[in-house]
């Protein structure tokens, strides 16, 4: 079966494994510090800090902003479900807003149907990668939320997505753009939420390990002590995580280079299928990441089965939150209920071959309706 999604590791990640196991530091460490240094400098992000999920990275990104309790925050309903999650546990209530039908994202004009008196934040979720129209959103002036969990390599006007708003996201989960198997990160152009984020992640502690308390035993004595200060819980990245991170930055062109041609592929050889609404390139002031291709057709549910059957595996990504009997939405989102419907994820990978890419093409093409 051909996947949908994936990620590609190689000997760099290995051997990068290895010498940490080798060096018995397998949790939160030097090799953590190094894949920040590394990851800022890469998408030029002034504060960043990695975490252990792109999920718990989401629910630090709310915490961070103090809103008051009960706060509304506005979030794309077409998106995963730790976006809704983390505003909820963060003792929040999510609003759901709509998308557009070609880029899949939100913008200003939907966003401003769902603000009252108590919008507090805005989340918007640059899906597969393609960058959302940041700067009407931030110019209305509420605190903004970036889901860059597959943007790792987008850019909106120059500025690395996830750096633009106030606290921005990412996900290096075992499908993303740059994996570490699991494992996310936090990005702020304020200095002092980075630091605090860095207290968060460790139990409101901040410094961690063996190296921290012999630091502070040339100032003091009973150097194992410290000072607790505030409640969350645990969010540590491991070295381990970052070591396969570390091996992914170097290795970042070559993939994102293997899913732009998959993606430009799809873009020509599907241009004439009349019954397919193909997913938007990048305007020329964008750079998008590529983290998915979605179609939308008619008969989707047909299409899946039968791609299914010929050794396909797609999917649809994501069913609407406001659907979702959990969150007690009452609101009725056209778009997204479209996109419920006719929107389907057919494979983009850096492991699919060009003859995968031929199957899938040439599978869809002979696809009666
Ligand atoms: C849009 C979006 N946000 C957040 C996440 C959560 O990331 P993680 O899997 O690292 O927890 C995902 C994961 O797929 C995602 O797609």
Same mark, same amino acid.
């Given at each position: 079966?051909?996947?949908?999604?994936?990620?590609?590791?190689?000997?760099?990640?290995?051997?990068?494994?290895?010498?940490?196991?080798?060096?018995?530091?397998?949790?939160?460490?030097?090799?953590?510090?190094?894949?920040?240094?590394?990851?800022?400098?890469?998408?030029?992000?002034?504060?960043?800090?990695?975490?252990?999920?792109?999920?718990?990275?989401?629910?630090?990104?709310?915490?961070?902003?103090?809103?008051?309790?009960?706060?509304?925050?506005?979030?794309?309903?077409?998106?995963?479900?730790?976006?809704?999650?983390?505003?909820?546990?963060?003792?929040?209530?999510?609003?759901?807003?709509?998308?557009?039908?070609?880029?899949?994202?939100?913008?200003?004009?939907?966003?401003?149907?769902?603000?009252?008196?108590?919008?507090?934040?805005?989340?918007?979720?640059?899906?597969?990668?393609?960058?959302?129209?940041?700067?009407?959103?931030?110019?209305?002036?509420?605190?903004?939320?970036?889901?860059?969990?597959?943007?790792?390599?987008?850019?909106? +006007?120059? /500025?690395?997505?996830?750096?633009?708003? &106030?606290? =921005? *996201? %990412?996900?290096?989960?075992?499908?993303?753009? #740059?994996?570490?198997?699991?494992?996310?990160?936090?990005?702020?152009?304020?200095?002092?939420?980075?630091?605090?984020?860095?207290?968060?992640?460790?139990?409101?502690?901040?410094?961690?390990?063996?190296?921290?308390?012999?630091?502070?035993?040339?100032?003091?004595?009973?150097?194992?002590?410290?000072?607790?200060?505030?409640?969350?819980?645990?969010?540590?990245?491991?070295?381990?995580?970052?070591?396969?991170?570390?091996?992914?930055?170097?290795?970042?062109?070559?993939?994102?280079?293997?899913?732009?041609?998959?993606?430009?592929?799809?873009?020509?050889?599907?241009?004439?299928?009349?019954?397919?609404?193909?997913?938007?390139?990048?305007?020329?002031?964008?750079?998008?990441?590529?983290?998915?291709?979605?179609?939308?057709?008619?008969? +989707?549910? /047909?299409?899946?089965?039968?791609?299914? &059957?010929? =050794? *396909? %595996?797609?999917?649809?990504?994501?069913?609407? #939150?406001?659907?979702?009997?959990?969150?007690?939405?009452?609101?009725?989102?056209?778009?997204?209920?479209?996109?419920?419907?006719?929107?389907?994820?057919?494979?983009?990978?850096?492991?699919?071959?060009?003859?995968?890419?031929?199957?899938?093409?040439?599978?869809?093409?002979?696809?009666?309706?």
């Amino acid at each position: 079966m051909i996947s949908v999604f994936g990620s590609k590791v190689g000997k760099e990640e290995i051997a990068n494994v290895s010498a940490v196991l080798e060096s018995q530091w397998m949790g939160f460490g030097k090799k953590v510090n190094e894949f920040e240094e590394k990851f800022s400098k890469r998408l030029g992000l002034e504060n960043f800090a990695m975490v252990d999920s792109g999920s718990n990275a989401l629910f630090m990104a709310v915490s961070l902003l103090n809103l008051p309790p009960r706060s509304e925050i506005i979030l794309p309903a077409f998106t995963w479900v730790s976006c809704a999650q983390a505003i909820l546990l963060a003792g929040h209530k999510p609003v759901f807003c709509d998308v557009e039908l070609d880029t899949l994202n939100v913008n200003r004009k939907l966003i401003e149907k769902c603000i009252t008196k108590k919008t507090k934040a805005i989340m918007v979720v640059h899906f597969a990668g393609k960058p959302v129209d940041m700067d009407p959103i931030l110019e209305l002036g509420l605190p903004v939320i970036e889901d860059a969990a597959h943007a790792v390599d987008s850019r909106y +006007r120059g /500025k690395p997505c996830g750096g633009i708003g &106030d606290v =921005g *996201i %990412y996900s290096f989960d075992a499908v993303k753009n #740059l994996t570490t198997g699991e494992g996310g990160g936090i990005a702020t152009r304020k200095t002092e939420l980075i630091e605090r984020a860095k207290i968060m992640r460790y139990c409101g502690i901040g410094k961690s390990g063996f190296e921290a308390a012999a630091a502070s035993a040339g100032e003091k004595n009973r150097w194992w002590e410290y000072n607790i200060k505030e409640p969350f819980i645990k969010m540590l990245p491991t070295n381990i995580a970052a070591a396969i991170g570390l091996a992914q930055l170097e290795k970042i062109d070559d993939l994102q280079a293997w899913r732009k041609k998959i993606w430009d592929i799809y873009q020509s050889e599907l241009k004439d299928v009349s019954w397919i609404i193909r997913p938007p390139d990048a305007a020329d002031y964008e750079k998008h990441s590529y983290f998915t291709y979605v179609i939308r057709v008619p008969n +989707r549910d /047909k299409l899946a089965r039968y791609l299914f &059957d010929a =050794g *396909i %595996y797609t999917t649809l990504r994501y069913h609407p #939150l406001h659907l979702n009997a959990l969150y007690k939405s009452k609101a009725k989102l056209k778009n997204s209920e479209i996109l419920n419907e006719d929107s389907l994820s057919i494979p983009l990978h850096p492991n699919l071959t060009l003859d995968q890419v031929s199957l899938i093409v040439e599978s869809i093409k002979k696809f009666k309706s």
